[in-house]
């Protein structure tokens, strides 16, 4: 049994600046489920996007053969027209609408007269929920459902749809244990219907317990293919696949004096905001003064989440925990709390959080303090202007002027511009979301560079990163989250990409 | 990280050596002053042209000394509106309510006033004094309990109106005793005497003047000092220069009607102020920060709901503020006074440069798209244009001032890429 549904050839994506993909094949066999690994920005979900003609043909080079048909699909529509259908990550349901309403959204079942009949389509809805063994009441608002039935009717919607070839992007992430169970399950029996599915995850223990074939990803590469019955398929193996890279950058040299500790949290508990779970389940840590530690986990292991609840509650709800700077307690409640006590957190996603765009170098660099430059109340500009300026040399901000708009930076120099903007703060402890996301690899050393000088000075830098080369380059001691519990600190000396990816991946119990 | 705190030796020039660079010195050219900030600068030309446009089609009749002094009188409620709204949009909301706003404040002071017999000044004072609790229960509403400006507002417009009704018995109040009058259509005069004009009015044209040059030197001065690009020398004199002139035709102007108008003092001390308070205080910047990028100011640690709550506390001010002038000039109160007049100060803030998505715009940018607005009126009305036509040509100049800002826009992010 050789049969192939599907084969992407020599696939090449290129973004401006950035290659994401680079000659990627891969050949999934009809009715097995494939597996797709790969570090965060491995290239997976571009690849996925490539195939369901999110990126259209011809934005791309390379061939997709669909059962032994060239495709060229130039939209999503396209790709669903022939059965390939993908189920995102971050769920593509309208909350108020009704689990038939949602499956049938764009698809909807009319009758006379080409208005809706929805007694024809309730019924059918019913019929692909039994499929997908959810008991529910097709006019049920999908507000009411959980997140993991919410997947089953995403996967009954692809049902209506004739899917052939599904593709699930890390489904179980935000699921519990009970409903990822029920997932894999389903995916199973689905499988022996013949539906065959690509499935995206950082769950290595679902992937080799389920999968059939895993493609493995690296830097936008294909790595190699590993099929159950040809050889061990082990995490281990899979890991040593996803990792397996040379340090091509480099990381600046740094003499570690770690003093008394400035930051410590205690049994911190995070809820979700709208969910019924705990996003960060009692973490405890610390970071020296003159430490750089790292936290190392992958995508929805509550890094950030863990963060910003930190950082004056700016996410979650319900936080409990206790939090000590410079051994001190503090409560910081609001993010102006926060920072009066010494925190400061720059966010993974410059943009949106991080800067004003509109606004000049001067006014984001002053935004986190600008009491520091005013006296009651009034603002003195010129000071301003002479903090702005003296950002610029100390943190090489490569710009005209420090009126020059931030939004026409370059994302290495915005990110100085939102590091500028913290240490003018003057915080005891400065958490870093993702410091070199989208930079190129200069301005990464620089900002490497900054964070020993940081450190030098007696700060303590807690850096959140998905690149463990990174961690492994620039950190004392690095934590491991999973699933929102810590499930690993290791000195840098005793890391490897090898246990960390471990750590990351272990299962909620082996971390209980 | 210490080294941020102190100044470096080198950046702090002598002083005496920065004023006379300011003499000489210049790194920018007309050209990047005007691409710099070609969204203001295209207001200014825009407003030079249409006042240049009505002055011919009027036959000068436009700039006329009567006539000038009647704009002033006219639009001085719809500039002092206009501050408050360019605010509250900078911020990311709008304010639907005021001219219901300034239709309570006036019915309130009426009542004191005309109905009750207290003192003008108790009746200004009441005034303030609603107009500052309806800005606080809006504020409320948006900062604390979180509900779009545009709906708490739109529910103002009608809960206002609704009490203005009430308290004025579904009547018309007046007259206003002759103080209360001045407010809006009183003159400062004959303080320093003249034959045939006002001396006092050139005198405070002049002292403004100056006091304008004084402040652009010396931040030029600072900016030199602290190493920023500033305008060439010559640039800068001809700028100072084109200002003298206009105020100085207008004070001029005004001189040789009536004086100067009270209400002109009270709109430039809040244009001023508000000017300054929106640049150069903690809480101006917070404005602009909130409506840049309501997420980043948050986590830059802006206390949000507290600055969005004292911008509707201060539009509520202001609206009173306006309440009175209107009252004062039509002297009395109506239950359908203020009607659109919302309309006309959202106009002003968008005409005048604000973005429509929040972040962007300034107070005397404002006060420009307000102008405009009152000379493109005045002009027609002059013109004996009808009504209709009228509010035809405003809504095109609204819809066109909104799309050169989308435009500029769409511009500025494809070059940001």
């Known amino acids: ?512 | 990280m210490t080294s941020t705190q102190r100044p470096p030796a080198e950046n702090r020039a002598e002083p005496e050596s920065a004023q006379a660079a300011a003499l000489h010195t210049g790194t920018s050219n007309l050209r990047t002053l005007v691409t710099r900030n070609v969204r203001q600068s295209g207001i200014y030309v825009a407003f030079v042209v249409i006042v240049a446009l009505f002055a011919i089609l009027t036959d000068g009749v436009l700039l006329s000394p009567g006539n000038i002094t009647n704009i002033v009188l006219q639009y001085s409620y719809i500039l002092v509106l206009a501050i408050g709204m360019v605010i509250v949009i900078i911020a990311g909301h709008i304010d639907l309510s005021v001219g219901s706003v300034v239709a309570l404040t006036g019915a309130v002071s009426a009542v004191l006033v005309i109905q009750q017999g207290y003192a003008w000044w108790i009746g200004v004072l009441a005034a303030l004094l609603v107009g500052v609790a309806v800005g606080a229960w809006h504020g409320f509403w948006v900062a604390y309990v979180g509900i779009p400006a545009f709906i708490v507002t739109l529910a103002g417009m009608l809960l206002f109106r609704g009490l203005t009704l009430q308290v004025l018995d579904n009547i018309s109040l007046s007259p206003f005793p002759s103080e209360y009058q001045r407010v809006a259509n009183g003159f400062l005069n004959g303080l320093l005497g003249g034959q045939g004009y006002d001396a006092f009015t050139l005198f405070i044209g002049a002292f403004a003047v100056a006091g304008y040059a004084v402040s652009v030197f010396r931040t030029r001065v600072a900016r030199i000092r602290y190493r920023q690009p500033v305008e060439s020398f010559p640039l800068f004199v001809a700028r100072v220069v084109a200002v003298a002139a206009v105020v100085m035709y207008f004070a001029w102007q005004l001189a040789h009607a009536r004086g100067l108008p009270i209400v002109l003092i009270i709109l430039g001390v809040l244009v001023i102020a508000y000017a300054v308070v929106t640049k150069r205080t903690v809480f101006g910047r917070q404005v602009y920060a909130i409506g840049g990028n309501l997420s980043a100011a948050l986590l830059s640690g802006v206390r949000v709901r507290t600055v969005n709550f004292w911008i509707f506390v201060n539009m509520g001010f202001l609206s009173a503020v306006a309440g009175v002038i209107y009252s004062s000039r039509s002297n009395g109160a109506q239950p359908a006074a203020g009607t659109m007049f919302e309309l006309d100060a959202i106009a002003a803030a968008f005409i005048g440069g604000a973005a429509v998505t929040g972040g962007v715009g300034t107070v005397v940018g404002a006060m420009v798209g307000g102008l405009i607005m009152a000379v493109m009126s005045n002009g027609m009305q002059l013109m004996g244009v009808d009504q209709s036509i009228q509010s035809v040509v405003k809504g095109l100049v609204l819809l066109l001032a909104v799309a050169f800002d989308i435009y500029n826009k769409r511009r500025g992010g494809a070059a940001s890429r």
């Not at chain 1, 603002?379 to 708009?405: D, F, K, P, Q």
């Open chain 1, 1 to 512: 049994m050789n049969d192939t549904i599907l084969e992407m050839r020599g696939i090449t994506k290129t973004f401006p600046g950035v290659t994401a993909l680079q000659d990627v094949s891969l050949v999934v066999r009809r009715g097995e489920i494939h597996a797709i690994c790969g570090e965060n920005g491995a290239g997976k979900s571009t690849l996925m996007k490539v195939l369901s003609g999110v990126h259209p043909a011809g934005s791309y080079d390379g061939d997709i053969v669909l059962d032994g048909v060239p495709a060229r699909f130039h939209g999503i529509r396209d790709s669903e027209a022939v059965g390939v259908v993908i189920i995102h990550q971050e769920l593509a349901l309208v909350p108020y609408l009704s689990i038939a309403e949602n499956v049938f959204l764009g698809n909807e079942r009319r009758g006379r007269g080409g208005l809706i009949d929805w007694n024809r389509a309730n019924a059918e809805a019913a019929e692909l929920l039994a499929s997908v063994g959810l008991d529910e009441n097709p006019v049920t608002p999908v507000a009411q459902l959980g997140v993991g039935k919410q997947q089953l009717v995403e996967i009954a919607k692809a049902l209506s749809k004739e899917v052939r070839l599904l593709i699930l992007d890390e489904p179980t992430a935000a699921l519990n244990d009970t409903d990822s169970a029920h997932l894999l399950d389903l995916l199973r029996r689905l499988r022996d219907q013949g539906i065959t599915c690509i499935l995206i995850s950082h769950k290595l223990g679902e992937v080799t317990s389920i999968a059939d074939a895993i493609t493995v990803l690296r830097d936008g590469r294909t790595v190699e293919t590993l099929r159950t019955g040809e050889g061990e398929v082990t995490q281990e193996r899979i890991i040593r696949g996803m990792v397996g890279r040379d340090l091509e950058s480099f990381y600046p040299d740094r003499v570690s004096e770690p003093g008394d500790e400035v930051l410590r949290i205690e049994d911190w508990t995070v809820w979700h905001p709208t969910q019924d779970r705990k996003v960060v389940d009692g973490v405890s840590l610390g970071v020296r003064a003159g430490e750089v530690v790292g936290i190392a986990g992958l995508m929805g292991a509550g890094r950030t989440e863990l963060a910003m609840s930190v950082f004056g509650r700016s996410y979650g709800r319900d936080v409990s925990g206790r939090l000590y700077v410079r051994g001190r307690e503090v409560k910081a409640r609001s993010v102006s709390e926060a920072i009066d006590n010494g925190i400061a957190y720059a966010t993974e996603d410059r943009k949106r959080y991080g800067l004003n765009l509109i606004e000049d170098v001067r006014r984001n660099i002053s935004a986190a303090a600008l009491r520091k430059l005013a006296s009651r109340g009034w603002v003195n500009g010129n000071e301003e202007i002479r903090v702005a300026e003296e950002s610029r040399s100390y943190l090489g901000i490569r710009t005209t002027s420090v009126m020059t708009t931030v939004g026409t930076l370059s994302g290495g120099n915005q990110q100085k511009v939102v590091l500028a903007k913290w240490l003018f703060a003057d915080p005891d402890v400065l958490i870093l979301d993702e410091p070199t996301r989208g930079i190129d690899v200069g301005a990464k050393y620089e900002i490497y560079t900054i964070i020993n000088r940081l450190v030098a000075a007696g700060k303590g830098v807690l850096v959140i990163s998905s690149e463990l080369p990174e961690l492994l380059g620039v950190c004392d001691r690095i934590y491991t989250l999973a699933a929102g519990r810590l499930t690993g600190e290791l000195p840098v000396a005793q890391a490897t990409q090898e246990n960390l990816m471990a750590l990351m991946t272990k299962d909620k119990e082996a971390a209980a």
